[in-house]
């Protein structure tokens, strides 16, 4: 099912003369992985900036199921279709893990941690006593209890090593399959684009399908 789409996008800085994106059309889907790849500079942070609500096009639509984000504005976007997973984790570093988890859902249950392979003494743990990869292990259970329907994902893997990187890429490939969530993850990594579903790269202002692993 088609949940996000971008219509004509174009984009540009107010402090600068040239576009970031230039008609950009796109549409992701619920249970589906994508990985956007791209140079440095190609302008992924500012497609994901756009994406999460947290910035809004020049030019064209943000679509979620059918209607331009404008119209119940960016920050009901934010709050309610969208959970972001970052390089730096991003969780509140007093507070435990499941208490970071209450946060966006009150019914959330240490289930989820365990779920994700945390153990009993990490969850109870204040989050900065944890691992990169267990800090990370939180915020992708965080994004999966939130009732968001879309993870975007800022280079979730570019701070872990290179065993650790591969169980959370597990995870959110599991989080798009066995859950039905869009999993829209940002990345220089060739692990995480060789994982995903649909690999789509930003190149010359546009997003150009590279892999779609429904093509035969
Ligand atoms: P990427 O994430 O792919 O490295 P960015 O989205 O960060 O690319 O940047 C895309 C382009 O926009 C780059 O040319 C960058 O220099 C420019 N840019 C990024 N942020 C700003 C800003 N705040 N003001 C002006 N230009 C910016
Ligand atoms: P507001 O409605 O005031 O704009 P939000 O409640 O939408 O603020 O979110 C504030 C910030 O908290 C967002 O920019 C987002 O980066 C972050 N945030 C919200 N929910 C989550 C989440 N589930 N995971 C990670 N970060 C989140």
Redesign the pocket.
Known sequence: MKILELKNVTYQ????NEK?LSLVNQSFESGKFYAII???????????SLLAGLDTPRSGQIVFKEQDIAKNGYSYHRKHNISLVFQNYNLIDYLSPLENLKLVNPDATKESLLELGLDETQINRNVLKLSGGQQQRVAVARALVSKAPIILADEPTGNLDKDTATEIIDILKDIAKQKGKCVIV?THSNEVADAADIVLE?KNKQLVPVKNKGDH
Not at 13 to 16: E, F, M, P, V, W
Not at 38 to 48: E, F, I, Q, R, V
Request: net charge positive; charged share 15%; no cysteine.
């Open positions: 800085y107010k402090n600068s970031v791209g140079k440095s500079g190609a302008g992924k942070s500012t497609l994901l940002v930003l």
